[in-house]
């Protein structure tokens, strides 16, 4: 959600603003029905119309309980719609700068879910790999010093993923790590993203 306001400030002319800074109380449904309009000439997806404005909503709702707005203002807020109708899911490329802050984001996790979701991050942006594609990775698709990973692409082919130093150094990063906290004389895993459950514990499955 944090992306997708950062986003829609943008769009509404707060692009100098920090997003904490911005005076989300004064929004007023001219300007969800801006952004609603901006989105559509976009040709982004009535679901991702109604992911801004459901960001939007919530951001207003925490202004009316803190008193910054009255009910009258909600509701008005409230009555703008997103964009209707359904189109089929399809991918968006990714600004550099969205992957910079995600990697700042898991950067700053103290937890062992930011090393991993940072390789994976890299790995996927890095590689240009579908997500499907990055299904059960295993250890023996990676070649490391060709900085490459065998998968399977559409129709079952076997397709070759190159992906730049920066990745790969994430990638090892969680690795060390992994095998560090895995209890010793077990061996390492062969798939490459195990699951975390809750208290920072990384399991022996994959994580998919």
Known sequence: MKYVLQD???RLGFDELDLHEIPWHLLQPGHITALVAALREDGYAPNTSSLY???LRGVMNEAWRLSLIDQDHLL???SVKPSSGTRIIQGRNLKRSLIRELMEVCAADPRPQGL???AIIAILYGSGMRKSESVNLDLNQVDFAERSLRVLGKGNKELVKYAPSWAFEKLNTW???R???LPAGQGDDTFLFNRIRRGSHITRECCR
């Open 8 to 10: 829609a400030v943008y």
């Open 53 to 55: 404005v459901n960001a």
């Open 76 to 78: 008005k807020i409230r």
């Open 116 to 118: 991993r979701d940072a």
């Open 175 to 177: 690795l060390a790590f």
């Open 179 to 181: 095998r560090s906290q």
